[in-house]
């Protein structure tokens, strides 16, 4: 059974940091490309960053180039999302997915085929 369990989200001030994390299980970790999607209320899911299967390439939507940074360990199944200078606008649940291909990694929910259940990152002062 595939597993997807984020951690590490919570309340931070406004240019504090937070490191989510996606813990897998059922999956061999090696094949999948993980993405980061996030969802604020009342609005659509959006892409975040995500990761190969090897971890060589990554992606940051323009939003938060430069602030955040996806990372994976293969060995330990886990896949981070290093989140710095947060601002109220990254405020939204935020989701990882899994996509089976090794070849880069997909930008759009409707091509992942496991998800979490999500964490809350609120941004206020």
């Known amino acids: 059974q595939v597993q997807l369990v984020e951690s590490g989200g919570g309340l931070v001030q406004p240019g504090g940091s937070l490191r989510l994390s996606c813990a897998t299980s059922?999956?061999?970790?090696?094949?999948?490309?993980i993405g980061w999607f996030r969802q604020a209320p009342g609005k659509e899911r959006e892409g975040v960053s995500c990761i190969d299967s090897s971890g060589g390439n990554t992606y940051h939507a323009d939003s938060v180039k430069g602030r955040f940074t996806v990372s994976r360990v293969n060995a330990k199944n886990t896949v981070y999302l290093q989140m710095n200078s947060l601002k109220p606008e990254d405020t939204a649940v935020y989701y990882c997915?899994?996509?089976?291909?090794?070849?880069?990694?997909?930008?759009?929910?409707?091509?992942?085929?496991?998800w979490g259940q999500g964490t809350q990152v609120t941004v206020s002062s």
């Open positions: 059922g999956v061999t970790l090696n094949y999948y490309a």
């Open positions: 997915a899994a996509d089976r291909t090794t070849w880069g990694c997909r930008r759009t929910p409707n091509e992942y085929d496991y």
